[in-house]
């Protein structure tokens, strides 16, 4: 019941910067995480950033000091990714964990966006 939409992938020039935006839309009340995912052809797909409803960050050691997660109150989510390197070349996909309820049978739920093309190349 959760959308998600990600913008701001392209083409940039190896030490270049992108930054990343995902909405998310519909029932949005307790998601307590919202996070970026990558995926390369023909790799897994990968933990680039994640950030927690109490504002507790996490990076994949590739990125980190690279890469900043960060959050607004309208449930939107940014990846700021700085000096770009050619093996981040992926399409980006941003995600959304949210609890069922506040009772103690709640379990979490994960949601997708589309993705996004991110292509670092001369």
């Known amino acids: 019941q959760v959308q998600l939409v990600e913008f701001g992938g392209g083409l940039v020039q190896p030490g270049g910067s992108l930054r990343l935006s995902c909405v998310a839309s519909?029932?949005?009340?307790?998601?307590?995480?919202m996070g970026w995912y990558r995926q390369a052809p023909g790799k897994e797909r990968e933990l680039v950033a994640g950030?927690?409803?109490?504002?507790?960050t996490n990076y994949a050691d590739s990125v980190k000091g690279r890469f900043t997660i960060s959050k607004d109150a309208k449930n939107t989510v940014y990846l700021e990714m700085n000096s770009l390197k050619p093996e981040d070349t992926a399409v980006y996909y941003c995600?959304?964990?949210?609890?069922?309820?506040?009772?103690?049978?709640?379990?979490?739920?994960?949601?997708w966006g589309q993705g996004t093309q991110v292509t670092v190349s001369s």
């Open positions: 519909g029932s949005i009340f307790r998601i307590d995480k």
């Open positions: 950030v927690t409803r109490a504002g507790r």
């Open positions: 995600n959304a964990d949210q609890s069922t309820s506040s009772l103690p049978d709640s379990y979490v739920r994960t949601y």
